[in-house]
């Protein structure tokens, strides 16, 4: 048994929390989430994520339902890996929270198929999955775990970014095994004895339970450190005992009168936390209170039912209750729980469910002060990659071999903590060369970067950041990479490009880039617009590449121009020189006239500006024809004027004159 300790913070900060955790922030929940009504958080959650269900169907590889689900959820915590906690907003009792196909990897692998989890399951954020796995694997103890196979769009109640540590009260108390031999079957070892008297508003645990307490000395300590946003679990004989003294009164203004009618339950408010379960809760847990009402007076500090009697009459007696009393972020949340017999085991369902509801409330965010070194906080970085033609040589509205693209890179942070040393790398894709220079732009709170003059697109310069860039929480970082398609490349063919970040606190996670499409909206609730032009993107259920298709350059189409030279009479003249100049390449052709006037011009390149002139000894014409050439010219006619001058198609005076011509 573990001995007590008295939680003065320099102490247990010296000697205990530094093997729990390393730095501290408040949590990414709001405070709005944690009592009904909530907002739904509609998240896209990708094919490969990890999900460790919470229903008695997909976790029951232990049967009925194996608590040591919980024991995985904060073993991943533990190890830097936060988890959504999915949880349907207003949802009714057992109602699903999500449906997606989806196969078992632990602890024996089930093929894919359509699944639906419900009771609060937890998920793995896809950029952390290859660090998840190997804890995963090694976690064992038959907890099921399932892969996705598909993308789905769940309701994300919190993101949970703290690593629990929790305290348990023993003054007065000869209980607090039941709450320490509860932790120990569920695999979380993570929690100390706390000394009642030291107990305040700068305590470093996030959650201190009760299991049992008689003594009202210390209400006002335990009532200091829930106004700072830690949490309370009240249990059995701790109810009455806290609610009744006029220190406490955390749910009612005049308290609770004991009652123990022990009738069936109903689950009011099922969507909340601490009602994450499936199934009934025993109504006769046994233990000094199981039931109560109130004496008199109201509720309190928003106060909602979770466990409520039945019956006739009997509707204004509970079994569980929840309130909050701290307004500045998440946690401060007090639970009341009755009934005694939540200790560890248990083979049956109704008391199973008993201690869900208290590790239910292990998993409450709260908010606790940044001096505690408790690491509440966690990166949520996500990258997203689009990209657009920049310069199109060939004027066709193409992307072809030699034209320029520019792919625009944008990695967010909507995590609590930001990212240090914070790098993103990519390396080009066969088939383009590095245009330069980098553009990088930032925002959000004190986000810094620069670009790297050294990079080239080609190992070992493939880092577009200098060094010692920072990805603030709600900051974003753009880098602009402008590139020529090679002339020599083969098309048609695609290109794909992928970015991957990392940075300190990302604890050697890697965040891939995913494309992005002119009407997308990046998950997490992050809206990412592409730059107007942006190629459209296929978006798949995982993070993809961002493709551009190459387009073969259009071959030069040839067309013709035909026509006959005339006299002034209308008859055909022989042998006139008749000259045709390409505006755009300032080439020319020449031919002569056969016996009856005609001439032609075969091959000529199409879209290009042409002028016509004819020259003959004897007659003069007029000084030129200019024509757009987009088709075979047929017809053509040119009449001489009586000669007056005469003047050679070889003067270049005269040929800059018809070159400047409009």
Known sequence: MKSPLSINFPRFFGKLLLAFCTTAILATVTFAQDLPPTVANLQSIPAGSYVIPMDNTNQAVVSPFNLKAYGLANRLLQNGIPLLWAIKSGKSKDATDFTVAAKRIQPSAVASASKTFSAGPFIVPIAYSAQALPIINAFGNNVAVFETT??????????????????????????????????????IPNYVDVDDSTVNANTCVTVVTQPHVEATNFIN????????GGNLLLQ?????????????????TLGWDRDDINTTFTYPNADMPFSQFIGAVDPAPSGYMEDWQLSSGALQNGTFISLQNSGGGNTGHYAATVSKLYNGGAGGMVFELGGHNYGAGGSTLASINGQRMILNAVFQPPTRPQACGIQLGFPLVYGYKS???TNDVNGNNQINPGD?????VNYVNIGSVGVSNFQIADVLPAGVTFAGPLSVSFAGGVTSATANGSYNGVAPNQNLLGAGAYLAPNGRITVQIPVTINPNLVAPATLSNQTNASGTELNAAIINSDNIDSTTIGTQGTIIPPPAGSVSQTQGAGIDPTTVPIIAAPTAANASVTGSVLSPGGNGISRATVTIYNANTLESRSTMTNQFGYFTFPDLEVGNFYYLSVWHKRYQFPSGIGFSLDEDVT???????PAQSIWSPRSSSKIDELLIKP
Request: hydrophobic share 40%; with cysteine.
């Open 150 to 187: 598909a993308a789905a769009t769940v309701d994300i109640r919190y993101t949970l970014t703290h690593k629990p540590l929790i305290a348990v009260g023993i003054a007065n108390s000869g209980n607090a095994t039941i709450h320490k031999n509860l932790y120990d079957f569920a695999m």
């Open 221 to 228: 300590n335990y009532k200091t450190f829930v106004q700072s």
């Open 236 to 252: 059995c004989h701790a109810v009455e005992t806290y609610e009744n003294a006029s220190a406490g009164r955390f749910q009612t």
């Open 387 to 389: 990209v657009r033609m």
């Open 404 to 408: 320029q693209i520019t792919w625009t």
């Open 635 to 641: 017809g053509l006619q040119i009449v001489a004027e």
